[in-house]
């Protein structure tokens, strides 16, 4: 079965780091683009961070440039968000996304496998 499975979320307080991992079962892994997308409450999901198939390639939308950090292991089929200095308005639950081509978009309708996502918390 192709699904992709998130972990890592937690609470942290403000200022704090936290690392979202994302095991991937997906027979082309290797040759997907992959991101992570957020939802925070009332709120829609929005674009987080997305790599290339190598990794060689990133994007990072302003909110969490400089602080959010993606990348990915295709020997072990995994994406990792690294997310540093965190913010109140960070909370939300991540998604890992993968969609079955190279270089990634940051359209959400874009992406074929959805994970079920991971809430990160980040207090005051």
């Known amino acids: 079965q192709e699904q992709l499975v998130e972990s890592g979320g937690g609470l942290v307080q403000a200022g704090g780091s936290l690392r979202l991992s994302c095991a991937a079962s997906l027979r082309t892994f290797r040759t997907c683009a992959m991101a992570w997308f957020r939802q925070a409450p009332g709120k829609e999901r929005e674009f987080a961070a997305a790599i290339g198939w190598t990794g060689g390639s990133t994007y990072y939308p302003g909110p969490v440039k400089g602080r959010f950090t993606i990348s990915r292991d295709n020997a072990k089929n995994t994406v990792y968000l690294q997310m540093n200095s965190l913010k109140p308005e960070d909370t939300a639950v991540y998604y890992c996304?993968?969609?079955?081509?190279?270089?990634?978009?940051?359209?959400?309708?874009?992406?074929?496998?959805w994970g079920q996502g991971a809430q990160v918390t980040v207090s005051t």
């Open positions: 996304a993968a969609q079955q081509r190279l270089v990634p978009t940051t359209r959400l309708d874009d992406y074929n496998y």
